[in-house]
């Protein structure tokens, strides 16, 4: 095999791997959230992160749209924007986890820049919220993303069976997943350990154990004080014998 040979077979490789990460990075670049991955019912934290500006230009405003089935949200403070809930009626009534009657949900969150973040920076967004007892679904936030000169809508949702890494622009998203067993609500810890109720006497109690203990004592003391009186006769007549053999 020739050197030029070998070199050509030696670059396709690299080619290749070169070719791949110019798919891989405007993936990279979109909004996403994390994790990919939350249990159904349970309280969460999910975090946004916006990794670019709009072809160049800073980020000025985020507005995060909340999904219909999440009734409220709340949004962690951020030094460099100021935070605003956007409030909507619904048109009857539901429920919430603790069967309160609810009547407005949290439709977005909207940030916007007091300090614009630059096209070469990252930045991350929390919210915190009760996911809806829906495992298998995949909940969607579009996302609108506006910057000093331009917007990109973060806001395609895949259909059924589509890829999302095939969209030019996906909402973030996560999947909802089975709850784990002995989650939020689960007082078994409550309850007292088998081993500690085997060891205490049946019919006994803290009360009885210090009363048994306290009508001990003085009998104790007094056992001690004859103790104490014996040996010091003992003594006292050792002394004396040894002072009439002298």
Same mark, same amino acid.
């Given at each position: 095999?020739?050197?030029?040979?070998? +070199?050509?077979?030696? @670059?396709? &490789?690299?080619?290749? /791997? !070169?070719? %791949?990460?110019?798919?891989?990075?405007?993936?990279? +670049?979109?909004?996403? @959230?994390? &994790?990919?991955?939350? /249990? !159904?019912? %349970?309280?969460t934290v999910v975090t946004f992160s916006v990794g670019h500006g709009c072809e160049g230009s800073p980020t000025t405003r985020i507005e995060i749209q909340v999904p219909e089935s999440v009734l409220s949200?709340?949004?962690?403070?951020?030094?460099?924007?100021?935070?605003?809930?956007?409030?909507?009626?619904?048109?009857?009534?539901?429920a919430d986890a603790h069967g309160n009657e609810v009547t407005e949900r949290t439709a977005s969150i909207v940030y916007t820049a007091t300090t614009p973040l630059p096209d070469g920076q990252?930045?991350?967004?929390?919210?915190?919220?009760?996911?809806?007892?829906?495992?298998?679904e995949t909940l969607s936030f579009p996302t609108i993303q506006t910057c000093q000169k331009g917007e990109t809508g973060w806001v395609e949702v895949?259909?059924?069976?589509?890829?999302?890494d095939e969209l030019e622009s996906p909402a973030p998203a996560f999947e909802i997943v089975a709850a784990e067993a002995g989650g939020h609500g689960d007082d078994a810890s409550?309850?007292?350990?088998?081993?500690?109720?085997?060891?205490?006497?049946?019919?006994?109690?803290?009360?009885?154990?210090?009363?048994?203990?306290g009508d001990a004592s003085?009998?104790?003391g007094w056992a001690g004080l004859v103790a104490g009186l014996l040996g010091l006769a003992a003594g006292g007549l050792a002394l004396a014998r040894?002072?009439?053999s002298s």
């Amino acid at each position: 095999m020739s050197i030029r040979t070998f +070199a050509r077979l030696a @670059a396709l &490789p690299a080619a290749t /791997a !070169a070719v %791949a990460l110019s798919f891989a990075a405007p993936a990279s +670049a979109h909004v996403t @959230a994390t &994790p990919s991955t939350a /249990a !159904a019912g %349970a309280y969460t934290v999910v975090t946004f992160s916006v990794g670019h500006g709009c072809e160049g230009s800073p980020t000025t405003r985020i507005e995060i749209q909340v999904p219909e089935s999440v009734l409220s949200v709340t949004p962690s403070r951020h030094p460099f924007y100021d935070v605003e809930k956007t409030i909507e009626q619904l048109d009857e009534p539901v429920a919430d986890a603790h069967g309160n009657e609810v009547t407005e949900r949290t439709a977005s969150i909207v940030y916007t820049a007091t300090t614009p973040l630059p096209d070469g920076q990252r930045d991350a967004f929390e919210l915190s919220f009760q996911l809806p007892d829906a495992e298998g679904e995949t909940l969607s936030f579009p996302t609108i993303q506006t910057c000093q000169k331009g917007e990109t809508g973060w806001v395609e949702v895949p259909a059924d069976g589509q890829d999302p890494d095939e969209l030019e622009s996906p909402a973030p998203a996560f999947e909802i997943v089975a709850a784990e067993a002995g989650g939020h609500g689960d007082d078994a810890s409550a309850e007292p350990a088998a081993d500690e109720a085997a060891e205490a006497p049946e019919g006994s109690t803290d009360e009885t154990v210090a009363a048994d203990a306290g009508d001990a004592s003085p009998a104790l003391g007094w056992a001690g004080l004859v103790a104490g009186l014996l040996g010091l006769a003992a003594g006292g007549l050792a002394l004396a014998r040894t002072r009439s053999s002298s």
